[in-house]
């Protein structure tokens, strides 16, 4: 069966507005998210008619504090320049933490709280605990759910792709799509492993990996991506540069994974053929390439296909989804992209929403281009995943011609 998705029409000029509106947005966040993500659940936890013993308020109040002044710092101290791995775990799993308390102390805060007074349920006090309680107790499970998800080795998830201009010799090739690794702080060299091992029980044709490969740079993280240099895949193993790569020094990741018997799509192509059919595989450099200043790093889809035969059915590998309007001008079959995690932690999928055309599965753009979005393979920053889970996606690409 063939999966088509949502079909919306490409809209530039929208996606463009809408960037620079999350753009601005951002420029505020580092100040103001961290204070809304501990103020508001402390006052709806604590301060809204519980009625708390003194110590326990106290106790909550200086928990909340801690966490608001160490959160930032720790994530300074681990991201910035000196690149603490101990601290960027605790600021990346405060950070957690506060997202999924904010969501359903808010969440349940009011709602419930209605409920409980409609239904006769207690008095103020006894209501206001039990929505205490309540959102205590969602998170604790949802953080203890979303770690393991995001431990967890990647389901498969299979998609069928037709293509119309896909040759009958090509039909039923197997390329499988590994994005967002995101090797990083805590130590996973065993998880990627496995990833890898369950990469090659599929049997691909062709495997793919859509970038951000790590949050360091490929000497820190070396370990955990050695294992990489053990996919196999009948016909290639290509890559393309994700926008964390460019936090990392992007060149060295290239380098690894040429060095692990990875082809690095760098604006430029190869040719798949079977059956007397050809399929050409292209690749370009994330959007963010340009601005990073280093020299030849760009996407340039001209670049990509040039000396490609137009007639021939294009699969391209790009990083960020939104690429998606250039691929559709440039008369690309099928693009594949990660980036987006799903969202990772739920809600967090609507602001995704405001940069990228989609989040995940697959959708349509134009006449001819479809856009794979995997929800990635691994996660960033926070430990967790809720509501949005890992992939380890096999595209199945078929040609309304099948051979017989």
């Known amino acids: 069966m063939t999966h088509t998705g ?39 936890l604590l301060y809204t ?12 109040t200086v928990l909340f504090a801690l966490a608001l002044i160490g959160m930032p710092l720790a994530m300074t101290r681990g991201h910035g320049r000196r690149q603490r791995d101990r601290a960027a775990i605790v600021g990346d799993t405060l950070l957690g933490v506060g997202w999924v308390m904010f969501t359903w102390s808010v969440l349940l805060g009011v709602p419930l709280r209605l409920v409980l007074t409609v239904a006769g349920v207690g008095d103020g006090q006894g209501r206001a605990r039990i929505v205490t309680w309540a959102a205590l107790g969602v998170t604790s499970v949802l953080l203890a759910w979303g770690y393991g998800e995001a ?22 090739v197997r390329v499988v799509l590994i994005t967002d690794t995101h090797y990083g702080p805590l130590d996973r060299a065993r998880w990627s492993a496995r990833v890898c091992e369950t990469v090659n029980s599929l049997e ?40 964390h ?45 340009e601005s990073s200043g280093l020299a030849g790093h760009r996407a340039h889809l001209a670049g990509a ?11 391209l590998l790009a990083h960020q989804p939104k690429f998606v309007d250039r691929a559709a001008a440039g008369g690309v079959d099928l693009q594949l992209s990660g980036h987006t995690h799903g969202g990772q932690i739920w809600p967090f ?6 940069d990228q055309p989609t989040v995940a599965g697959l959708s349509r753009h134009g006449s001819r ?29 078929r040609s309304p011609r099948p051979s017989s």
Do not use: K
């Not at 060295?252 to 190869?270: F, K």
């Open 245 to 289: 790569e460019y936090y990392s020094e992007a060149q060295g990741w290239v380098d690894l994974m040429d060095e692990l018997g990875w082809e690095p799509l760098r604006n430029r192509h190869l040719l798949l053929e079977r059956g007397g059919d050809t399929l050409v595989v292209a690749g370009v450099d994330d959007v963010t390439a």
């Open 151 to 172: 431990r967890r080795v990647p389901r498969v998830r299979r998609v069928d792709v037709q293509l119309p201009r896909l040759g009958a010799g090509l039909d039923g």
């Open 6 to 44: 949502n079909t919306r029409p490409a809209d530039g000029e929208a996606r463009a507005t809408r960037r620079r509106r999350l753009q601005r947005l951002l420029r505020y966040v580092p100040l103001v998210a961290p204070v809304l993500l501990w103020a508001v659940p402390c006052w709806v």
């Open 349 to 354: 999928h609507h602001l995704v929403r405001i």
């Open 305 to 315: 296909l040039d000396g490609a035969d137009p007639d021939l059915p294009v699969l």
């Open 369 to 397: 281009t479809l856009l794979y979005t995997s929800r990635g393979t691994g996660f960033w920053g926070p430990p967790f995943r809720v509501f949005a889970p890992s992939e380890i996606t096999l595209l199945v690409l």
């Open 49 to 60: 008619g519980q009625r708390w013993p003194v110590p326990v308020t106290l106790a909550g």
């Open 204 to 243: 691909a044709d062709l495997v793919c990996h859509t970038g951000d490969i790590a949050d360091g740079t490929a000497e820190r993280r070396r370990a955990q991506a050695a294992p990489l240099g053990t996919v196999r895949a009948t016909r290639a193993r290509v890559y393309v540069t994700g926008n």
